[in-house]
């Protein structure tokens, strides 16, 4: 494999009125190479414009080389891919390997998942199986999009492994808002402006919120999700935690009322839900469309929401609501609910792809929703099976 080039020199990156610069480096394969920036910056919209993925027409870059200009390139993105070929996960490795491959390591668990059917597959091994394919293929440069998010301790070990041993003989480029990623790589700053100094949004909407549980079965398929007993008062938070594939998100549907269940569950008040997979909202909406759904139409939710979300970084309400990145998704989520007398909250995944100083302002947010009278339940992917802790988790985890 011969080796690649990369070179940003004074590169700029411009979508409309969005203007990504990204500092000066020279990356060699191979190796890994980390692309790091706030939520929004743009480092998505750079990955897909160096493997020629970019869907969005009136984009400009400058100072940007790929040497040689045939490189081959591959791109995995945050989320897994919602359309496979295969039936298993060694149907879709054959696909693009033809059987010419050998795990890393020869490790077990790789061997566990892709043996699996593709359909019951949880979050983090549908994540596994795209890193094993971009590995199968060999490319002379990978660019993965946050690819340790979402991935509990075991998987991202797994996704480490696989990386690291990637990286022995292509380039590989990691985009993340995270200081603290390992292995070892060279880095490239993606600066697209900041924050004010100051974020000071309004005080969420009060309200007054209660959860019980009592003798929670969920049955999906052959699994059998049970918590005994959960009762939230106004103005407490919950967190649970396992996982992937413990059944976190479904227990929260199950709350939602989108599940069958055997059971208690009383609720009261209006409850709001931000999914784990931001993409649920229907494509063609923009993000003022969803602000006006979240908020009712209620002007005053509207006109809080669009605030905040504007000091938050997530400004143009005529854009594409699919094209935000996934923090800003989420926040376009969260926000129109703090401010539309919601008396519950679900927050599955958390504060899950929001950059630190967004956290800062949510978790102060949130507590302020409690400290109104609402309730909060949140999940988070830690531990080794289904479990119910108290509190509001710490952005600073």
């Given at each position: 494999?011969?080796?690649?080039?990369?070179?940003?020199?004074?590169?700029?990156?411009?979508?409309?009125?969005?203007?990504?610069?990204?500092?000066?480096?020279?990356?060699?394969?191979?190796?890994?190479?980390?692309?790091?920036?706030?939520?929004?910056?743009?480092?998505?919209?750079?990955?897909?414009?160096?493997?020629?993925?970019?869907?969005?027409?009136?984009?400009?870059?400058?100072?940007?080389?790929?040497?040689?200009?045939?490189?081959?390139?591959?791109?995995?993105?945050?989320?897994?891919?919602?359309?496979?070929?295969?039936?298993?996960?060694?149907?879709?490795?054959?696909?693009?390997?033809?059987?010419?491959?050998?795990?890393?390591?020869?490790?077990?668990?790789?061997?566990?998942?892709?043996?699996?059917?593709?359909?019951?597959?949880?979050?983090?091994?549908?994540?596994?199986?795209?890193?094993?394919?971009a590995h199968g293929i060999m490319p002379d440069i990978v660019c993965f999009d946050e690819p340790y998010s979402g991935l509990d301790e075991k998987y991202s070990r797994l996704a480490r492994m696989i990386i690291e041993d990637l990286s022995r003989q292509a380039l590989v480029i990691i985009a993340t808002n995270k200081e603290n990623v390992f292995p070892e790589g060279h880095e490239a700053r993606v600066m697209a402006g900041s924050l004010g100094e100051v974020i000071d949004p309004p005080t969420p909407s009060p309200t007054s919120g209660k959860i019980i549980i009592e003798k929670l079965i969920i049955t999906r398929g052959k699994k059998r999700i049970k918590i005994r007993e959960l009762r939230l008062r106004s103005g407490e938070a919950a967190t649970i935690i396992g996982p992937n594939g413990s059944g976190k998100t479904s227990t929260l549907l199950a709350i939602a009322g989108a599940l069958k269940y055997k059971g208690r569950i009383e609720i009261k008040g209006k409850t709001g839900f931000v999914p784990d997979d931001t993409l649920l909202v229907s494509p063609g909406v923009t993000l003022r469309n969803v602000i006006d759904n979240l908020c009712k139409h209620r002007k005053e939710c509207v006109e809080h929401s669009s605030n905040t979300l504007r000091e938050l970084g997530v400004e143009d309400d005529d854009k594409p609501y699919v094209t935000l990145s996934d923090g800003q998704r989420r926040l376009a989520l969260l926000i129109p609910q703090l401010f539309s007398n919601r008396s519950v909250l679900l927050l599955d995944s958390w504060l899950e792809g929001i950059d630190s100083l967004r956290r800062k302002v949510i978790y102060d947010l949130i507590n302020q929703y409690l400290e109104g009278g609402g309730t909060v339940i949140t999940t988070l992917p830690r531990g080794e099976e289904l479990d119910v802790i108290e509190g509001l988790p710490s952005p600073y985890d």
């Open positions: 494999m011969a080796q690649v080039i990369i070179r940003f020199n004074n590169a700029m990156l411009r979508v409309g009125d969005h203007v990504a610069h990204i500092s000066n480096i020279i990356a060699k394969s191979p190796g890994i190479l980390y692309i790091r920036g706030p939520n929004g910056s743009g480092k998505t919209i750079l990955l897909k414009t160096i493997v020629g993925l970019d869907e969005i027409n009136e984009i400009f870059y400058t100072g940007i080389k790929v040497e040689p200009e045939n490189t081959r390139k591959w791109f995995v993105p945050q989320e897994p891919w919602l359309i496979t070929l295969g039936d298993i996960g060694y149907d879709e490795l054959w696909l693009i390997s033809h059987d010419n491959y050998t795990p890393p390591g020869n490790e077990q668990l790789i061997k566990e998942i892709l043996a699996k059917k593709i359909g019951y597959m949880s979050y983090g091994e549908r994540k596994i199986l795209e890193i094993i394919k």
